[in-house]
């Protein structure tokens, strides 16, 4: 682990005092020196004000020699394009295998859905998931299957059961393609996603039915991303009728309209600097 020496090379690097520091983050310096000398451990509410002042993520704070990497590195770093994303030489993914080292499927049913927002990385806890496979699967890659819950992504009913393949590097991820991605907010959700990594450290994500507005999620929040495979389900599909149609033509509108808010919002603000 390398959060004290990280906190102290952070500090430094903005030129900051421990007493800047401190005192922005409401504690006693000699706190904040234990912490960086490493002769004391902080909780976790410490550990994530410190993930919020220096604006990188826990994951990165705790894994990654901050010391070791290149200006560029850190450059991309500060600017929210944090070094976790890039995902296969940094994040471990907890797994289960046949005899003849073939990859599981595991199975995270409704009821384990709460459980795996904190048991994603325990061996134990995915060890203990229903396992399967299926023959008409890479055998090259990773797939998890998540059960479905609520009415988001309908026409996918409730409580289908959605296949991802596994996603090791987040730049991969492709705009109006649908993902599972796991956050330290809401949990699993089942979204069609923009990818503003690039531009904002964000990604942002839309629902199936019109019903649902489109949110923000900060990749820092982030922590699996599933691209969809497929969907199994026992229910079968309405019918697309004209009204439905006219629903969807809503709901691209109003993505349409979202991303126009946003441009004239950064306009406004190029406005003002200017």
Excluded: C
């Amino acid at each position: 682990m390398y959060f004290a020496s990280n906190i102290k090379f952070l500090r430094r690097r903005r030129g900051r005092t421990q007493d800047d520091v401190a005192s922005a983050m409401q504690m006693k310096r000699s706190t904040l020196s234990g912490y960086e000398n490493g002769v004391a451990q902080p909780g976790i509410e410490a550990l994530v004000a410190f993930s919020g002042y220096f604006n990188i993520s826990l994951d990165t704070m705790l894994r990654i020699d901050l010391t070791a990497l290149s200006e560029s590195q850190l450059g991309e770093l500060e600017r929210g394009y944090d070094a976790y994303i890039k995902g296969s030489n940094l994040r471990v993914l907890a797994t289960t295998v046949t005899p003849d080292n073939r990859e599981n499927i595991e199975l995270v049913n409704e009821k384990a859905r709460a459980g795996y927002t904190t048991g994603y990385a325990d061996p134990e806890f995915i060890s203990d998931l229903p396992l399967f496979n299926l023959p008409f699967l890479s055998r090259e890659r990773k797939y998890r299957t998540f059960q479905l819950k609520g009415d988001s992504m309908l026409p996918i009913p409730d409580k289908s059961w959605v296949t991802g393949e596994y996603m090791s590097d987040w730049r991969e991820i492709k705009s109006g393609k649908a993902y599972i991605i796991l956050t330290t907010g809401d949990g699993i959700v089942f979204k069609v996603v923009e990818n503003s990594i690039e531009a904002s450290g964000r990604l942002i994500l839309y629902s199936l039915n019109p019903l649902y507005e489109p949110y923000e999620v900060h990749i820092n929040d982030v922590r699996e991303i599933w691209k969809f495979v497929h969907y199994i389900s026992d229910e079968l599909p309405e019918p697309v009728l004209p009204e439905k149609q006219l629903l969807r033509t809503v709901a691209t509108m109003k993505q349409d309209l979202y991303q126009l808010k946003k441009s004239i919002g950064r306009d406004i603000e190029d406005a003002r600097e200017v």
